[in-house]
């Protein structure tokens, strides 16, 4: 069982930036990808940003290609989402979620563990 807890959410006007933190439970999170998704209301869950175990490979929903950016740190059992040019669209609620399965995924039936979210959100 791996328990994520994610925190950094809140409100930020348009332009400006904002880091998630996501942190896991498990001291073996260092082998599971790692992704974010987000969630507006009234909308599906939308895949953002995933990364390898290793760090070495990540990928980007093409709505925060070049915007976002999204690292980890295993030794703190922890992975980030630096969020830039932050626009009123990116406002939703934000989770973490860890997957079982080696390889990045971007569908959210893929992953096994999700946080419980924080709420972000962009004002004009």
């Known amino acids: 069982q791996v328990q994520l807890v994610e925190s950094g959410g809140g409100l930020v006007q348009a332009g400006g930036s904002l880091r998630l933190s996501c942190a896991a439970s498990?001291?073996?999170?260092?082998?599971?990808?790692m992704g974010w998704f987000r969630q507006a209301p009234g909308q599906e869950r939308e895949f953002v940003a995933a990364i390898s175990g290793s760090a070495i490979s990540t990928k980007y929903g093409t709505s925060v290609l070049g915007r976002f950016t999204i690292s980890r740190d295993n030794a703190e059992n922890t992975v980030y989402l630096q969020r830039n040019s932050l626009k009123p669209e990116d406002t939703a609620v934000y989770y973490c979620?860890?997957?079982?399965?080696?390889?990045?995924?971007?569908?959210?039936?893929?992953?096994?563990?999700w946080g419980q979210g924080t709420q972000v959100t962009v004002s004009s």
């Open positions: 498990r001291r073996t999170f260092s082998r599971y990808p």
């Open positions: 979620a860890a997957s079982l399965s080696p390889g990045i995924r971007t569908m959210p039936g893929a992953y096994d563990y």
